[in-house]
């Protein structure tokens, strides 16, 4: 009777967390009496704790599964396994698309309890990686980023969502920062991811491309940039008509590009070099108005040879078009908004 009545009165300690209706109820009986013998933080409680939630889950009511889980590590905070009972709780709502109760949980893992390996894999880390997924707060994911460069190095080589490793991290944490007007630091994280050569950004190409021009930008002088449009216009036809090649030196762009339009964006870096000094000595007229292909953002000014005959490259593209767009830049007032000349494409337009 003493046997009966001691198991009675546990059973009714569990009981608030079981549904009498669900196909769960005896194997999650049979699971809570074994807290009872497996008293210490090991192996065999952090099993059957496992098997406990597996089967809450499975009875799909997060009311039951957030009560055990909370009360669980509130009477037994120095479960070294909590962080991952916590992840498992995270993982729950994640599931059912509450990410607000998820994103909670995840940085309760990280913050509030002590990192661990199960499976070979950081409990901190796998947090995090979702964290940055579904956190949109900037200054948030910065704290992850962070986080994940300072203390799980190791596991980003190791992880399948970083095939760049830690580059690929520097390279998001930047964005971040961009997104957070802490535009010195997203420089410096930058040049950090460029020095990682071999990393590619899935989903976006030209990530490093767009990149070097940004860090380019931000130590170049910026003189050639100009408030607005016929300003610049007029300086660069100027140069060009007196043949000063110094002169129209000021209105290039720092990445100033000579490409053909069946260039890819890629071929910037490598497009045709030509300095000032050719092409001040080059007969060359202005088209009067901007090509109608122009817009609030780009323009497009329609060039070509008095006598297209005079020099090999006009022979093979008669017509040329100047390009130039305006500058975004928003770290400083002063250049954001401007224009620049970009560069000049070559041949009739496509």
Known sequence: MLTLFLLSCKYNEYSQYIDKKSENRVKLEQLFPLLDKYTDYSENRFTVISEIITNLIKQNNSGSLNLFINSYIQENPDDPYNAYYILNLASYYLNQNNTDFAKLYLRDAVLKYK?????????????????????????????????????????????????????????????????????????????KYLKYTNVVIKNDPTAREITQRKVGFYHS????????????????????????????DNYRAFDFFIINWKSKYSDLISSYPMESSVLTSMSIRTSKDLDPMSNENEAYLSVWGNNPWSNGIWLVYPTWYFYFKKVDYPMDPEINGGWEWAGIYLGEKL
Do not use: C, M
């Open 115 to 191: 990192d661990l390996i199960i499976k070979g894999e950081s409990i901190h880390f796998k947090a995090l990686e979702i964290l940055v997924n579904i956190t949109s707060d900037s200054d948030d994911k910065i704290f992850y980023y962070n986080k994940i460069i300072t203390e799980h190095s190791d596991s980003v080589i190791k992880s399948e969502n970083y095939k760049g490793g830690i580059g690929e991290i520097y390279y998001y944490l930047g964005k971040s920062l961009e997104k957070s007007e802490r535009w010195d630091e997203a420089i410096a994280v930058y040049e």
């Open 221 to 248: 002088n910026k003189k050639w940039v100009h408030k607005d449009l016929d300003t610049l216009l007029n300086r660069i036809k100027y140069a060009i008509a007196v043949r000063n090649p110094q002169l129209l």
